[in-house]
C-alpha cells in the first residue's frame, strides 16, 4: 500500500500568520492533492483539513497536520 505524500510549495508569513502551499498524494482515496493552510499558534487552518469541508481522508488530514507540526518545530518552515 502506498503512503501519503506532502510537498510544501510555497509558505509566507505574514504578522502572526504562516500560509503554506501544499501539494501531495491522498494513498487513501488514492487522488493527488493541492491546496493552501493557515497557521496562527500551533493550530492549523484550512479547508483542505477542515472534516467537513476536505476531499482528503481523515488519515490523510491527520499526516498533514502532523507533517507540519514537525516541520514548524524542527525550524523548516
Known amino acids: 500500500m502506498?503512503?501519503?505524500q506532502m510537498s510544501i510549495?510555497?509558505?509566507?508569513?505574514r504578522?502572526?500568520?504562516i500560509y503554506i502551499v501544499l501539494q501531495?498524494?491522498?494513498?487513501?482515496?488514492?487522488?493527488?492533492?493541492?491546496?493552501?493552510?493557515?497557521i496562527l499558534?500551533?493550530?492549523?487552518?484550512?479547508?483542505?483539513?477542515h472534516p467537513d469541508?476536505?476531499?482528503l481522508s481523515e488519515s490523510c488530514?491527520?499526516?498533514i497536520k502532523d507533517t507540519i507540526l514537525i516541520k514548524l518545530q524542527n525550524q523548516e518552515i
Open 2 to 4: 502506498s503512503k501519503h
Open 53 to 55: 469541508k476536505s476531499l
Open 15 to 17: 504578522g502572526q500568520s
Open 9 to 13: 510549495i510555497d509558505f509566507a508569513r
Open 24 to 38: 501531495g498524494y491522498d494513498a487513501q482515496s488514492d487522488k493527488p492533492f493541492a491546496g493552501e493552510v493557515r
Open 41 to 49: 499558534g500551533n493550530n492549523i487552518y484550512g479547508d483542505m483539513i
Open 61 to 63: 488530514r491527520q499526516f
